[in-house]
Every structure is written in structure tokens, then in C-alpha cells.
């Protein structure tokens, strides 16, 4: 009987969810642990190819019915108000919103080893571009499904900041040899700073609609395994406590908990899930 009571706070079936930057890796993954909890996903990215592959992943879980993809820039209001509209009409709510949706520069490749990563050569339209999809995309989806969220009978807003949103990067896992202090690529100053600014974001909102039932938090993941170089991953697990980044999969469950009633009592916190790296 506890059991059951218990893991009925995790069910989320007849909920709509909705994610941005989805057709990306962590994106796939939370659709993957809300789908398996009963809710329905709608899927938005404005990469048309991928979200088609990300779709048809998903719907090998045998969720079809419940996968919904929609091609939309979340940093056009306009786009983001017609699928509310969209959604609306077709009888969906949205109770969960995940702003997941972000620019991640790729530290690997040649391309990074030009000095245009450096905080003094930065370019001001790259700068703009990158909080345009991090941060202002989750200003407006949070301003427009959380303001019907707030209206009716509340909901859940999850924002995916970055262990890199409590600690400063550290560069130096990303020199490379050969290369003078001026030339050496660095983890770009725009992540960092749009994942503090979503973790502000969260308390907020948080704050913000309390008495509307509307709970509002954040979680920090660490980095994910994606078959970097060894000696990359080296340098980066000597930063973690545990030894190793995170599997693709060991986000869900603290997704899934974010979102639904076992968190009830929940909201402006920050979940860091980051294998003890921020604890050093």
C-alpha cells in the first residue's frame, strides 16, 4: 500500500508536457522519463531534421499518441504564442514546461582553436544569438505557458541550467598544446552566464506565481559521456569526486521527480546532479 501511494506521486499520465530543444540529447532524455510516467510530449525545437529523428525515437516506446512535434523558434513570441493557440484548440494544456533549450558550445575540433572563444575577441552577434535561444527563448515560453498556468489550475516549470550555472568553467581543461595563452580556446563566457541568469529565472518565477500554484525549479546537470578524447575526459573527471561524467540516462529520474507531485513541496530550488563536482 505505501508503495503504491508513493509512486502514484510520480504519475503524470493525462499531463501535457512540453520541452524545448528537444531533438538534442538531453532534450530526447526528458521526453524519454516523462513519456515512461504517462505524460504526453510536446516536442519543440526549430531544427525540423532532427526533431523528425528525435519523433521517431520516441515513438519507438510505443507512445506515438502521445509525441507531438513542433518546429517553432521559442525566440519569436509570435511563433510561441500561435502554438499555445495550437495547442488550446486541440483540446492540451500545458502543465509541465521544460526550458531546455540551449546554445552549448563544443570545446573539440579545430574550429575551437581559434582565439574568437576568448571573453576579449567574443563577437557581440554571437553573444546575442546564445542568449537569445538560452535565455530569452525561456523568458518567453515560461511568460506565455506560465501566465495560463497561473490563470487556471497551476503547473510545473523546469529550467536546465548547468553545474557551470554555480561554478565558473574551469579553462584549463581545455588548453591545448603548441598554443600561447592568447590562442588557447576557452569554454565561452555566454553559457555560463545564461545558466546563473536561468537559475535567477527560477527563483523568480518561483516567488513570483507562489500562490498560483505554479511551482518553478531548476536543475544543474554536470557534463554527459558523449565520446570525447581521452584526454579531455581526464581532465574533466579529476574535477568530479566520483571519478566519471554522467550516462545519458542518470538525469531522468531527477527530471521526472522536478516535475511531478513527489516534489510537491518544492519550488525555487536548485537540484545539482553533478557527480559532487561543484562540492571542490
Known amino acids: ?14 499531463k501535457t508536457a512540453l520541452i524545448t530543444g528537444s531533438a538534442g540529447l538531453l532534450g530526447i532524455q ?22 523528425v529523428n528525435a519523433t521517431n525515437s520516441l515513438k519507438l516506446l510505443n507512445t506515438s499518441k502521445y509525441v507531438i512535434p513542433e518546429v517553432v523558434d521559442i525566440t519569436k513570441k509570435a511563433e510561441v504564442v500561435e502554438l499555445n493557440e495550437r495547442l488550446v484548440k486541440t483540446g492540451y494544456r500545458v502543465d509541465i514546461l521544460i526550458n531546455n533549450a540551449a546554445i552549448n558550445p563544443k570545446m573539440s575540433g579545430i574550429d575551437e582553436l581559434h582565439e574568437n572563444s576568448r571573453f576579449e575577441h567574443f563577437a557581440l552577434d554571437q553573444w546575442q544569438k546564445e542568449i537569445e535561444v538560452g535565455l530569452t527563448g525561456a523568458f518567453i515560453c515560461s511568460q506565455i505557458f506560465g501566465y495560463t498556468m497561473a490563470t487556471e489550475s497551476g503547473g510545473n516549470i523546469l529550467n536546465i541550467a548547468s553545474d557551470l550555472a554555480i561554478v565558473a568553467p574551469d579553462q584549463r581543461i581545455y588548453r591545448q598544446p603548441g598554443l600561447e595563452d592568447e590562442q588557447q580556446p576557452v569554454k565561452p563566457v555566454t553559457y555560463s552566464i545564461i545558466k546563473h541568469a536561468l537559475v535567477g529565472l527560477t527563483k523568480y518565477l518561483a516567488t513570483y506565481w507562489a500562490d498560483k500554484n505554479v511551482r518553478v525549479n531548476a536543475i544543474c546537470p554536470g557534463g554527459i559521456f558523449t565520446d570525447q578524447s581521452d584526454d579531455f575526459v581526464q581532465r574533466l573527471t579529476n574535477l568530479i569526486p566520483m571519478g566519471r561524467m554522467a550516462n545519458k540516462d542518470e538525469y531522468q529520474a531527477a527530471v521526472l521527480f522536478l516535475v511531478s507531485e513527489a516534489s510537491s513541496y518544492m519550488t525555487g530550488a536548485v537540484l545539482t546532479v553533478d557527480g559532487g563536482r561543484t562540492c571542490w
Open 1 to 14: 500500500m505505501f508503495e503504491s501511494k508513493l509512486m502514484k506521486k510520480f504519475d503524470l499520465s493525462g
Open 30 to 51: 526528458h521526453a524519454e522519463a516523462l513519456l515512461s510516467a504517462g505524460a504526453r510530449c510536446v516536442l519543440v525545437d526549430n531544427d525540423q531534421k532532427k526533431l
